[in-house]
């Protein structure tokens, strides 16, 4: 349980996980305009890409209408880069942010054969096998190559 005082500092941006550390780990596959893309290391949702704002801000609205403008045309490069290396059938978009309320989207390829096709990729997500370390090379190099052209 997150108190109120702890909230607020979220809220503010104080040792949020997004601004000291946005890849987690993970390769950035695109500095884009505003944002910057980081590829996940899932194999049934080969391409889930997570978008990272460069600034910390909580919600749409404390975002200019230029940003909002930019964070739509990164997600929409995200997804055209995705769309040409993995070919899903369908793409979800999430933005949730009630644990790092730092704007982040979530680029979710999905395909007929993943484990949670009928319903949220939540549902499969947690205990999700990764990619090799040399399948998520080589796809993350893909993705950027992707991402630039
Ligand atoms: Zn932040």
């Known amino acids: 349980m997150v108190t109120e005082k702890q909230w607020q500092q979220k809220l503010s941006g104080e040792e949020c996980p997004l601004c000291d550390d946005p890849s987690k780990g993970m390769a950035m596959v695109g ?3 505003i944002t910057c893309a980081y590829l996940q290391k ?19 609205d404390d975002l200019s209408t230029e940003e909002r403008s930019a964070l739509m045309e990164d997600i929409t490069r995200v997804t055209s880069a995705v769309r040409q290396v993995c070919k899903p059938r369908k793409i979800n978009y999430e933005i949730l942010g ?8 979530h680029i979710i390829p999905r395909y007929e054969a993943d484990p949670a096709w009928d319903r ?15 399948d998520y090379s080589l796809l993350a190099s893909q993705m950027s190559a992707a991402m630039v052209g």
């Open 42 to 60: 899932s194999a049934s949702f080969r391409g889930y890409c997570v978008l990272v704002l460069k600034r910390h801000a909580v919600e749409l």
């Open 120 to 134: 949220a990729a939540w549902f499969a997500l947690p205990d999700e096998a990764s990619l090799t370390d040399e």
């Open 31 to 33: 500095d884009l305009g």
């Open 98 to 105: 009630n644990m790092v309320p730092h704007v982040h989207v």
